[in-house]
């Protein structure tokens, strides 16, 4: 398992900005499947987005167009930016990691918890109105 530690985490306003940053541990490589998550108080964990080896990405529709997942792979480090924020956006974010065997796998079951074997703590993002 990689280690994962998020932070970025904050207080912003209505249509405000953050960027979230997940390092891996030092001296492992990052798994080549690396996504986003969010769990809203009172809701389940959902998938925000998923980045494969070849940087690839996907989005839940409700952060369409507003984030982006990207990664630094030199750095052991995946990001997420996220623009127009919402107070619907409210909720402890967390990096998870993976390893699948074709990139292309990395999109099936994307938003799936357990298909994930490394987790970070969770960074809180809250947006008021």
């Known amino acids: 398992q990689v280690q994962l530690v998020e932070s970025g985490g904050d207080s912003v306003q209505t249509g405000g900005s953050l960027r979230l940053s997940c390092v891996g541990s030092q001296g492992t490589k990052m798994n080549n499947c690396l996504a986003w998550f969010r769990q809203a108080p009172g809701k389940e964990r959902e998938g925000v987005a998923v980045?494969?080896?070849?940087?690839?990405?996907l989005y839940a529709e409700s952060v369409e167009g507003r984030f982006t997942i990207s990664k630094d792979s030199a750095n052991n480090t995946l990001y997420l930016e996220m623009d127009v924020l919402k107070p619907e956006d409210t909720a402890i974010y967390y990096c998870?990691?993976?390893?699948?065997?074709?990139?292309?796998?990395?999109?099936?079951?994307?938003?799936?918890?357990?298909?994930?074997?490394?987790w970070g703590q969770g960074t809180q993002v809250t947006v008021s109105s």
């Open positions: 998870a990691a993976r390893q699948v065997v074709a990139w292309w796998d990395c999109r099936v079951n994307w938003v799936r918890e357990s298909a994930y074997n490394s």
């Open positions: 980045i494969d080896e070849n940087r690839n990405t």
